[in-house]
């Protein structure tokens, strides 16, 4: 039994908890709480001052309310998979785990939408409809294990976004409990509702403007067929001028991945995939959707990939062989491990156009530097998530690792991309952030953070690069006289 | 000449603006400016005291500053096609009208977008790449006439969102001035930029959160097949059953539109568009995309049309004849004018399974009201377009065709719809948002409004119901217990 200090508003707080939950929703522990000290970005690591596992939006509501009302910092927490660290816990504060609001709370086929608690794993909503042709389009690779809630927090997307979208394009509504404790309904299940869409805003904010405990997600339905090829070149500048060409000739593959020779070797070690012999790259490239048309444009990508130098096209006869190509690609990040001690997996946006010039400029950074970079992406959208390996235990290499990860960051800059793709800002790249926005940028997103959460209690930390009181974020100019600004005196 | 009392706020912008603006871009002739009383809801005027026409982003900016450094209100305008009042002008404000601003700034086709300023006009984008086998997706039926400023502002649909969505899911990034003058770029070209998606909330913001001055929209490539036909039912229910059945089987037709006898009566009366004669209601269905499917698909569609109920299946043969079957869809609106002196647009959004419910139920009300009510609509995703029609010159015509208009929105929240599809809130609805939304759903959107425009100065008195100033919303509940309130003890 740990004493509990009156005073310390982090002690009110969690015997409130103690008198309102049933006493295993609430852990303070320290051994236990270990269990929750990172999420899937395992080289930041934080033991929160006590842990949460609420049932009920209900409970959420008066979590977050108490919170609030003492001032503590919280943290939501999905299923921990994130890869940002965007659920990494404070060491002040109480980490909010959904992992018990499992409910799907209703299903209504006939308005393809369903209705989910956020701590419904991501697969389990497609189990739920599966058998009706339905399908719950965001696919992150981590799709057994994630969660509904996690998703929305990170908007996750997938191999399938470049034709699918991300979750933002496939939530309907949203229940939320803001920092301060309020239950409030974002969007709806009508199409484009009055008012601002505040649901476009929380869906990839990491956490920071409140907790989500409902969803309405929207269901697809199966593709009638879905037809998979993988595709050897002798390198990653063909395998890109075939994903060009195949996205010129307007098709909209469901998914175009690529893997470079570093990656493909590490996969084959790991679970002897078979990827074609020699290859400097592959592709692989699915198409989804009426089978007389699937049939119809895979003869066309068939034909892209060889007019660009496929010296090997195989195309997948089942479902099992449809398995084994997916599984080189979708063990990639993992494989690594066999090659490397230690990885960052970084991830970046550049425009599709922008593919061979960056690959270049990637190979060109890593031969200067001696770090190994192998590269595994999503092609058709531009999405790098290229892999910087090092051995921790040797003096200077994980900084030299960092330092080349930073890099490639900044040629996505250079290039008008992003340095998040799917992964988030979290913990991790909010050091990037000014390098990607002016102040008057962050300024005005801080503003919306303020809006919701002037006390800076909601996921303290995480996004915004440089943490201040919100009280310090220059509001609305004032007394600023347009027209006396130097140089503005003839165009105001 | 007039004569400006330099004590006034509105006459320093003015004068300001006339020391910087070429002089025919700052109209104060009360002649003049009566031409900008209203948009495109007549039903709604006010004479600005002031109308800027600005040529530039900068422009732009200065105009913004200078007002808000006065704390004289303004109001965005576009083409002033919208009909919900969204650019109705403020008397003591000025309106800052974007139709000078109509350069295509960019185009690049390799990455499926272009950068356009808020007046260009919205047939004008896909004008612009049409040849190059390209278009821009959303098409309000002002489409000839109506600036992409204003599609952002309004989040504008069109007959052809149910597959394609709507200005929402076309613009990629803005370039935008915020209330208090400053210039931020929100989204961006990559996918899924990292920070808050503020863009989301921006568009369809209505006019008060800021200004467009740029706008990169998203290209889509032209289908190679388009395929339209008309088929006529004996009523309404017949031809909602046929739209289920043709959802239901998986077909996500480009769009589906239905009339109602009155309308297409209307349209006859207007157009002579040949509609199957006797009809008590008609569908439009388009089907797109590549020739195979669309030809595939299409038998399908028929095959759903006949079995429930349709006495005949019109086919387009070429665009001569699809012309004319859009027609009368097009037409049906400005129609109504021919068989009745006024009318109300109603524009509200039902579950597409509550189609016939609720169309039984404007029977009624219709019925007992002895007001009409004409319907069209986009019956794929459950956008009504009921006209109310009145004659003004008979007294209180008008006040209950108002009471019918909306009656039929409360019929729509009442089914988990909206009170607004595609037209906005505007000055028109904001009476209505009280009944859709909690108060604490309201001061959640109020204090994002408060955070770009604490002084209440841009685009005032649209889309709250409420006007307050800042200072009277909630904020986060500070000094509540959240133990002890009532009900609460338990469950906190």
Same mark, same amino acid.
């Given at each position: 039994?740990?004493?509990?200090?009156?005073?310390?508003?982090?002690?009110?707080?969690?015997?409130?908890?103690?008198?309102?939950?049933?006493?295993?929703?609430?852990?303070?522990?320290?051994?236990?709480?270990?269990?929750?000290?990172?999420?899937?970005?395992?080289?930041?690591?934080?033991?929160?001052?006590?842990?949460?596992?609420?049932?009920?939006?209900?409970?959420?509501?008066?979590?977050?309310?108490?919170?609030?009302?003492?001032?503590?910092?919280?943290?939501?927490?999905?299923?921990?998979?994130?890869?940002?660290?965007?659920?990494?816990?404070?060491?002040?504060?109480?980490?909010?785990?959904?992992?018990?609001?499992?409910?799907?709370?209703?299903?209504?086929?006939?308005?393809?939408?369903?209705?989910?608690?956020p701590g419904v794993i991501n697969l389990d909503v497609?189990?739920?409809?599966?058998?009706?042709?339905?399908?719950?389009?965001?696919?992150?690779?981590?799709?057994?294990?994630?969660?509904?809630?996690?998703?929305?927090?990170?908007?996750?997307?997938?191999?399938?976004?470049?034709?699918?979208?991300?979750?933002?394009?496939?939530?309907?509504?949203?229940?939320?409990?803001?920092?301060?404790?309020?239950?409030?309904?974002?969007?709806?299940?009508?199409?484009?509702?009055?008012?601002?869409?505040?649901?476009?805003?929380?869906?990839?904010?990491?956490?920071?403007?409140?907790?989500?405990?409902?969803?309405?997600?929207?269901?697809?339905?199966?593709?009638e067929s879905v037809r998979t090829l993988l595709a050897?070149?002798?390198?990653?500048?063909? !395998?890109? =001028? @075939? *994903?060009?060409? %195949?996205?010129?000739?307007?098709?909209?593959?469901?998914? &175009?991945?690529?893997?470079? +020779? /570093?990656?493909?070797?590490?996969?084959?070690?790991?679970?002897?995939?078979?990827?074609?012999?020699?290859?400097?790259?592959?592709?692989?490239?699915?198409?989804?959707?009426?089978?007389?048309?699937?049939?119809?444009?895979?003869?066309?990508?068939?034909?892209?990939?060889?007019?660009?130098?496929?010296?090997?096209?195989?195309?997948?006869?089942?479902?099992?062989?449809?398995?084994?190509?997916?599984?080189?690609?979708?063990? !990639?990040? =993992? @494989? *690594?491990?066999? %090659?490397?001690?230690?990885?960052?997996?970084?991830?970046? &946006?550049?425009?599709?156009? +922008? /593919?061979?010039?960056?690959?270049?400029?990637?190979?060109?950074?890593?031969?200067?530097?001696?770090?190994?970079?192998?590269?595994?992406?999503?092609?058709?959208?531009?999405?790098?998530?290229?892999?910087?390996?090092?051995?921790?235990?040797?003096?200077?290499?994980?900084?030299?690792?960092?330092?080349?990860?930073?890099?490639?960051?900044?040629?996505?800059?250079?290039?008008?991309?992003?340095?998040?793709?799917?992964?988030?800002?979290?913990a991790d790249k909010v050091k990037y952030m000014g390098?990607?926005?002016?102040?008057?940028?962050?300024?005005?997103?801080?503003?919306?953070?303020?809006?919701?959460?002037?006390?800076?209690?909601?996921?303290?930390?995480?996004?915004?690069?440089?943490?201040?009181?919100?009280?310090?974020?220059?509001?609305?100019?004032?007394?600023?006289?347009?027209?006396?600004?130097?140089?503005?005196?003839?165009?105001?």
């Open positions: 039994m740990q004493t509990l200090d009156p005073l310390r508003p982090l002690d009110l707080v969690v015997r409130r908890f103690r008198d309102v939950l049933p006493p295993e929703a609430v852990i303070t522990d320290p051994q236990r709480l270990r269990t929750y000290e990172c999420d899937g970005l395992a080289s930041y690591r934080v033991v929160p001052a006590a842990v949460v596992l609420p049932e009920t939006a209900e409970q959420v509501r008066g979590i977050v309310a108490t919170c609030a009302e003492h001032q503590v910092p919280f943290v939501a927490r999905g299923s921990g998979t994130g890869l940002s660290g965007g659920a990494l816990p404070h060491a002040e504060g109480v980490l909010v785990v959904t992992s018990r609001m499992r409910a799907i709370r209703e299903i209504d086929l006939a308005n393809e939408r369903a209705v989910v608690e497609t189990g739920a409809v599966a058998a009706d042709g339905y399908y719950f389009a965001p696919d992150p690779s981590s799709q057994q294990v994630c969660s509904v809630g996690g998703n929305v927090a990170e908007n996750s997307g997938g191999a399938h976004c470049l034709k699918y979208g991300f979750t933002t394009n496939h939530v309907l509504g949203l229940e939320v409990v803001t920092p301060d404790g309020e239950l409030v309904r974002l969007g709806g299940d009508a199409r484009d509702a009055p008012g601002y869409d505040l649901l476009g805003a929380f869906i990839g904010s990491e956490g920071t403007l409140g907790i989500v405990t409902g969803i309405t997600v929207r269901l697809m339905r199966s593709p050897g070149f002798d390198s990653t500048d063909g !395998a890109g =001028a @075939a *994903v060009s060409a %195949i996205i010129s000739a307007g098709v909209t593959p469901a998914a &175009v991945e690529m893997m470079d +020779a /570093l990656a493909i070797e590490a996969a084959e070690q790991a679970v002897a995939c078979g990827y074609p012999e020699g290859a400097g790259a592959v592709l692989v490239v699915e198409l989804d959707g009426p089978a007389d048309e699937v049939e119809h444009t895979f003869a066309e990508v068939e034909r892209h990939c060889r007019e660009h130098g496929a010296f090997e096209v195989r195309v997948a006869a089942d479902d099992a062989e449809r398995a084994m190509i997916w599984k080189g690609r979708k063990s !990639a990040f =993992a @494989a *690594v491990g066999r %090659i490397s001690p230690d990885y960052i997996v970084q991830d970046g &946006v550049i425009p599709r156009t +922008a /593919l061979s010039e960056v690959l270049g400029r990637i190979a060109r950074l890593s031969a200067e530097s001696g770090v190994r970079v192998a590269n595994v992406f999503h092609a058709g959208d531009g999405n790098l998530h290229p892999l910087v390996l090092f051995d921790g235990a040797e003096p200077g290499a994980a900084e030299r690792a960092e330092e080349v990860s930073g890099a490639i960051l900044d040629l996505c800059i250079e290039h008008g991309g992003s340095i998040t793709g799917e992964h988030g800002v979290g390098r990607m926005f002016t102040p008057d940028d962050l300024d005005t997103m801080q503003r919306v953070r303020c809006a919701f959460d002037p006390a800076g209690i909601c996921n303290p930390g995480k996004v915004f690069p440089t943490p201040r009181l919100c009280g310090e974020v220059p509001g609305p100019r004032r007394g600023v006289h347009p027209l006396t600004e130097a140089g503005l005196a003839d165009q105001f």
